[in-house]
């Protein structure tokens, strides 16, 4: 065991300063940088609109923490391992390293089964990385070095390896990648609709009894493959069906993942400037033109829909005020994705101190959007009724660069799989006008884009022909 010495000792004295360099490589894809990663540890975030994306490869560097205090550990950690660390090739910026990972959704939060290798925080910087935005492509390389090594007398041979790096992945990128899925077996819901009924029914008296306004109640899917589940044309499909959203891959074990295409910013801070938003509030898309802006009337006039979303957007201004100089909030829209649409409110604003994206993530998490409203009461209601422990299932994702800015997004739409097992997770927010059937066709229009990435809709058209 580690003396207390060394845990209390600077993050570069334990393990190491951090040496990062970066060179330019346009023409590598993403999928094909991912693909010639096969059986390493994996990474991958991609912006809404395709504007920002970084991949990873392999481990520099893993942080984890556990207990209530787990934002503050991580934050301290990464501001030790930046503080040290000796970047070369950083400009543009945002090629410089970035720390990628996660929270679970509770404090508490203790890995079973399903979620075997994931801490309560646990943050990843890869040894390679791989970053693109505005048409321009880098390949960074992080690694620790001994405290007294000179990083400068090292900087060559890195740049050496960088490029022996790009040289491979350029003749490796008329390679076929692999893009058929392994085929899915079976699709089982743990939790019946009496079940549903019964925990929706529980939530709703509480509510009438005035001990909370809104919980959000989740259930999952249970996939099973014949062979492990393959990443990249799951990858592939989000990237290709839902660039309206945050698409992320968290692998930091081989065949151990958890990825997903999320339409919700949690928080994006750069220096004081912060982004987020208030997302709640569902309702299918039409036919045509005219059903969808038919549908889409329903959901803006909805007053079950309209209370669930001020809810949220009068929470996230509260945890928001003591922190900035400056809020804006817009009024209520439609945020439409491929199979569904939600009340939507963008909120901007301005720190009164640049305290690093963290602060942040704690101060939101969880928004009522995924726990709900008072906090401390829904949580308790969350534990007490559902019977699947969520694990990081609608909680923060993202990443954190080197001033201690980056983005998290909220893990909706998401998945977890182990070799050859998958658990989709889908949640509704329930206030007193909720009722069990409208709840759970909600829930099921939210499985579907999990379903569809992991070859769901194919296997059933090809049912269908038969």
């Known amino acids: 065991m580690a003396s207390a ?22 023409g590598i894809s993403f999928l094909g940088f991912l693909g010639a990663a096969e059986g390493q540890p994996r990474y991958f ?9 970084f991949a990873g490869a392999g481990t520099a560097v893993e942080l984890m923490a556990w207990g209530g205090d787990r934002f503050r550990k991580i934050a301290r950690d ?15 910026p945002w090629t410089g390293p970035r720390l990628y990972g996660g929270f679970s959704f509770r404090g508490d939060f203790t ?43 090292l900087v060559s041979d890195l740049q050496v390896a960088l490029r022996e790096k790009i040289r491979q992945l350029r003749n490796d990128s008329g390679r076929p990648l692999v893009t058929q899925q392994s085929r899915l077996e079976s699709v089982k819901y743990p939790m019946s609709f009496d079940m549903w009924g ?42 290709g069906n839902y660039a309206d959203c945050y698409r992320f891959l968290f692998e930091p074990r081989p065949r151990f993942a958890f990825y997903g295409a999320s339409p919700e910013l ?8 912060i982004e987020t ?12 033109g005219d059903d969808d802006s038919r549908l889409g009337r329903e959901l803006l006039r909805s007053h079950k829909n309209r209370q669930e979303h001020r809810i949220v957007v009068d929470k996230i201004r509260d945890r928001l005020l003591p922190l900035t100089e400056s809020l ?17 409110s963008p909120i901007h604003g301005r720190l009164k101190r640049a305290t690093g994206i963290l602060a942040l993530v704690k101060a939101l998490h969880p928004t009522p959007a995924l726990g709900g409203d008072p906090r401390e009461r829904a949580m308790r209601l969350i534990r007490d009724l559902e019977p699947i422990p969520r694990g990081w299932y609608g909680a923060p994702v993202g990443w954190i660069d080197a001033n201690l800015d980056g983005q998290f997004t909220v893990a909706i739409r998401s998945a977890v799989a182990q070799e050859s097992r998958v658990w989709i997770y889908a949640g509704a927010g329930i206030v007193a006008e909720s009722q069990p059937e409208s709840e759970w066709e909600e829930t099921a229009l939210k499985f579907l884009p999990m379903l569809d990435a992991h070859g769901d809709e194919t296997q059933r058209r090809e049912e269908q022909k038969n």
């Open 5 to 26: 010495a060394f845990r209390a000792a600077p993050l570069h004295r334990r393990y190491g300063r951090l040496l990062s360099c970066s060179l330019p490589c346009n």
């Open 45 to 53: 975030w991609e912006n809404r609109s395709n504007r920002l994306a």
């Open 78 to 92: 990464a501001r030790e391992l930046y503080a040290k660390a000796h970047i070369v090739g950083g400009d543009p």
């Open 111 to 153: 890995p079973d089964n399903t979620w075997s290798i994931y801490a309560p925080a646990h943050f990843v910087l890869p040894h390679y990385q791989l970053v693109s935005t505005d048409g321009e492509t880098w390949l960074t390389i992080n690694t620790q070095i001994p405290p007294e090594e000179d990083p400068e007398a």
């Open 198 to 239: 019964a925990m929706i029914c529980g939530a709703t008296e509480r509510i009438h009894a005035g001990e909370l306004n809104k919980v959000v109640l989740a259930r999952a899917a249970e996939l099973r493959f014949e062979e492990r589940v393959r990443m990249l044309p799951i990858l592939s499909h989000l990237t």
């Open 266 to 273: 949690l928080a994006s801070v750069r220096g004081k400037r």
């Open 277 to 288: 938003m208030a997302l709640a509030g569902s309702i299918g898309r039409g036919s045509d």
């Open 328 to 344: 804006e909030i817009a009024p209520p829209g439609l945020l439409k994705l491929k199979n569904i649409q939600h009340l939507h």
